[in-house]
C-alpha cells in the first residue's frame, strides 16, 4: 500500500484509522462501520485509497479516490 492512503483495522479491542507510513489518527471504534465511515470521509479528502482490513488483518474491500490524470488512458 503506498504511503499516505489510509487504512481502516482492528487493534486493541477497537476499529482503528491510520495513515500508512504515518500516525494513527484520532479516534477509536466499537463499530466497525463506524470507522470505515470515517476512513472513507478521510480518503475522499486526501484523495487517496482507503484500505478495509478484516479481523484477521486480511484486506477486505480496496477503494480508490484517486483522481485519475486527464492524460492517463482507460
Not at 470505515?36 to 486526501?46: K, L, N, Q, Y
Not at 478484516?54 to 485519475?68: C, F, P
Request: aromatic share 2%.
Amino acid at each position: 500500500m503506498p504511503e499516505g492512503d489510509i487504512e481502516t483495522h482492528h487493534s486493541g479491542g477497537k476499529w482503528r484509522n491510520r495513515v500508512e507510513g504515518g500516525d494513527e489518527l484520532p479516534g477509536e471504534f466499537d463499530v466497525r462501520a463506524t470507522a470505515v465511515a470515517v476512513g472513507h470521509d478521510e480518503a475522499t479528502r486526501r484523495k487517496v485509497e482507503h484500505v478495509v482490513r478484516n479481523l484477521d488483518g486480511t484486506i477486505a474491500e480496496r477503494n480508490s479516490h484517486r483522481q485519475d490524470r486527464p492524460d492517463t488512458p482507460g
